[in-house]
């Protein structure tokens, strides 16, 4: 399995924006999948965004055009950018590894999971 660690949450206003960071490790020489995914209290784990080797990149509609997901150079560290946050945002944000194909969205595709991260809305 790989490890996967999370890091960037904090408390927010609506509007404010805010980075997540993931640190893996992976072989470069494989393909895989990246994703960010997301539970709030009292509701379903949701998958945000995903990314995976080939390039490919896909959100949820509700932060398509708010929120990029990406990866340094190395890949090495997954990146979730978050801008325009809005009540409904907060929440504790999990990385995830897994295969390469399959919907970047579905938790089914993803076989190694951090931590997470919590977003909390700010007073």
């Known amino acids: 399995a790989v490890t996967l660690t999370e890091s960037g949450g904090g408390s927010v206003q609506a509007g404010e924006c805010l980075r997540l960071?993931?640190?893996?490790?992976?072989?470069?020489?494989?393909?895989?999948?990246c994703g960010w995914f997301r539970r709030a209290p009292g509701k379903e784990r949701e998958g945000v965004a995903g990314?995976?080797?080939?390039?490919?990149?896909m959100y949820v509609t509700s932060v398509q055009g708010r929120f990029t997901i990406s990866q340094d150079s190395a890949r090495t560290v997954l990146y979730l950018q978050m801008n325009n946050l809005k009540p409904e945002d907060p929440a504790t944000y999990y990385c995830?590894?897994?295969?390469?194909?399959?919907?970047?969205?579905?938790?089914?595709?993803?076989?190694?999971w951090g931590q997470g991260t919590q977003v909390t809305e700010g007073t």
């Open positions: 990314i995976n080797t080939d390039g490919g990149i």
């Open positions: 960071s993931c640190t893996y490790f992976a072989n470069s020489a494989t393909s895989y999948s």
């Open positions: 995830a590894i897994g295969l390469p194909t399959g919907h970047l969205l579905e938790y089914i595709t993803y076989n190694s």
